[in-house]
């Protein structure tokens, strides 16, 4: 057994030397072992570099948040399976049984519906083999016209989002909206011919892999909305505080307590807002099941507790259902690994403004997480968690 007390003045010293050397604002490191008996953690930084770097309001402390981009997606997977377990939804329910209306050949036509999309099941929307893709247009946006957009791109970005003019812009800042924006997305994915903006080119669509990786998630819960006539966002909180029987600490919305994004600025070489998203608008964001959640470092550690099998999972899941390859992914969305450290569950996540990265190694009953809420220069995100590799590796020595 290693020296805990080392270890975590191990722990501290690597995310504070990461942070400070590459001047990220923020960072936080996660480690689990013993099979989720042993929990370490380290943060360090402050919360908006626009302010004081002493002030004691600005200091990142262990009950922030950190926002974790694309891990969203397994972590939507992970609540998906708690609904499951209740009986709500299967792993093997299908589009069509969710919304009959798509059975109807008139409603197919008339929407351009390709019929094969709608056997597509649960599981496959959460390991992105679906092949149901968001792809639609491009954006009138010019630095979004080498890009292929998703369908909500448009009302998302410049009608819920980043038009601080529109005067009925209230009217989509409620959970009958966001139901109303997920369906929508929905049916648009289910498109037949997909076009980029302006031309006629056919995107197509693909039927394999990793096809449809930003649109599965947001498809799933939209099932789940219909099925319960509640908000992805009501079915989270009730999911926190009644089946886990704690309130786990990851979160939608804004970043809460002061926290802010940062972007790197080539120009200054420093660390500057990313006001962008630095707005209360992220607290109706369609899409964040699939990139707009956060967490605090214990709440990063329950999560990956949740997923190592020594845990009594009988009233929350079944890990051995959520755990089952499809293709080179999970039913949760947590893509499998076999790198130097061995076979390991991950996922990374990064946004304009924030990067993580996360790996669980079930069979050894451990995992590690890290986080930064800043994006830009140097991965400080991808950097610490080898540093936590390590750690792992020279644990009993130290």
Not at 275 to 282: A, Q
Request: hydrophobic share 35%; proline share 3%.
């Amino acid at each position: 057994m290693g020296n805990l007390v080392k270890i975590q003045s191990l722990l501290n010293d690597k995310v504070k030397n990461i942070c400070t050397q590459h001047g990220a604002p923020n960072l936080a490191g996660v480690i689990v072992r013993d099979n989720g008996n042993t929990v370490m953690h380290s943060v360090y930084g402050i919360r908006d570099v626009s302010k004081s770097k002493t002030a004691a309001s600005n200091q990142m402390k262990k009950t922030d948040y950190f926002n974790i981009g694309s891990i969203t997606k397994p972590v939507s997977g992970f609540f998906m399976a708690c609904l499951i377990k209740k009986g709500i939804l299967s792993w093997n329910t299908t589009i069509e049984e969710i919304f009959p209306e798509c059975r109807s050949r008139s409603f197919r036509d008339s929407n351009g519906i390709n019929e094969n999309f709608l056997k597509t099941k649960m599981y496959e929307l959460f390991s992105h083999v679906s092949g149901i893709t968001g792809t639609y247009f491009h954006s009138a946006a010019k630095d979004d016209s080498n890009g292929d957009t998703d369908p909500l791109r448009y009302p998302h970005d410049h009608i819920v989002m980043y038009d601080v003019n529109n005067s009925r812009k209230p009217e989509w800042q409620n959970y009958e909206a966001m139901k109303y924006l997920r369906y929508w997305y929905t049916i648009l994915c289910l498109k037949k011919r997909k076009y980029q903006f302006g031309s006629n080119q056919d995107m197509g669509y693909k039927n394999k892999h990793v096809s449809g990786y930003g649109a599965g998630a947001v498809v799933a819960t939209a099932m789940a909305e219909r099925k319960t006539g509640k908000a992805w966002e009501q079915l989270l909180d009730e999911i926190k505080t009644n089946t886990l029987g704690t309130a786990l600490a990851i979160k939608y919305g804004g970043l809460p307590a002061g926290a802010k994004f940062h972007k790197y600025d080539a120009g200054s070489g420093k660390y500057i807002l990313n006001d962008d998203i630095n707005n209360s608008l992220l607290n109706y964001s369609s899409k964040f099941p699939v990139g707009g959640m956060h967490a605090t470092v214990s709440g990063m550690a329950q999560y990956i507790r949740y997923n190592l099998p020594a845990i009594n999972h009988a009233a929350i899941f079944d890990i051995n259902a959520y755990h089952t390859p499809v293709t080179d992914v999970t039913q949760g969305g947590l893509a499998i690994g076999n790198g130097m450290y061995g076979h390991h569950l991950w996922h990374t996540g990064a946004t304009g403004g924030s990067m993580a990265a996360m790996r669980i190694y079930t069979n050894q009953g451990r995992g590690i997480a890290a986080m930064s809420n800043c994006n830009g220069d140097k991965n400080v995100a991808g950097l610490l968690l080898e540093e936590l590799e390590k750690i792992h590796r020279d644990w009993e020595l130290i």
